[in-house]
């Protein structure tokens, strides 16, 4: 797979430089109301709360972009994390259907999330669906983030293993840990 190039930090003179470039990009990506994003026919959306980090940054991108404890207020920029955003959209869109994205379902804190790890690249992006009606509705874009250090990309390829080994392939339509149950809204 072909991504899109890293933007250039040593083109920003500051790391909220480089972060108001990059919700750019990101805003291009996810919030165009004519292009909306998609995963295997489904809408993706954003998340919207907490949208109380100083910047102003929509609550999703702030959350890809920094690093350090949940609280906003002690939460830094990561540069390799922001540099990779133009990232994010391809994968989604594209990385089912090429060979070298691992894509798989995952219970993480009992919620169901999609993975598309991209090993070569050290990369993930985490998807978490919402339902009604026991039918996929739209999912929300939930994290990406460049994978440090080696011990986590082993973590991604075991998880991948053993869901292959427990599930063959992944199904969109067919989610192992769905427990009958409405996801919150």
């Known amino acids: 797979m072909i991504l899109p190039s890293r933007l250039f930090e040593k083109q920003y003179s500051t790391p909220l430089a480089l972060a108001k470039e990059a919700a750019i990009r ?17 809408e993706i959306r954003l998340k919207t709360y907490p949208q109380n980090n100083s910047f102003g940054f929509n609550a999703t991108f702030w959350h890809i972009i920094t690093k350090g404890d949940h609280l906003d ?37 009992n919620k169901p999330r999609i993975c598309l790890f991209y090993e070569r690249m050290r990369y993930v992006v985490i998807l978490e669906p919402r339902w009604k009606d026991s039918k996929i509705c739209y999912i929300l874009l939930w994290s990406a983030y460049y994978i440090t250090p080696e011990q986590r990309i082993y973590k991604f390829k075991r998880d991948f ?22 996801a919150p809204f």
């Open 161 to 182: 293993r053993r869901f292959k080994k427990d599930f063959g392939e992944f199904s969109i339509d067919n989610c192992p840990f769905r427990k009958n149950r409405e």
């Open 73 to 109: 207020s002690v939460k830094e920029i990561d540069i390799e994390r922001a540099t990779r955003v133009p990232w994010i959209l391809p994968l989604i869109e594209e990385g089912y259907y090429d060979d070298d994205v691992s894509v798989y379902w995952e219970d993480r804190n």
């Open 26 to 42: 990101f805003a291009n990506d996810f919030e165009n109301p004519t292009q909306k994003a998609m995963f295997l026919g489904y």
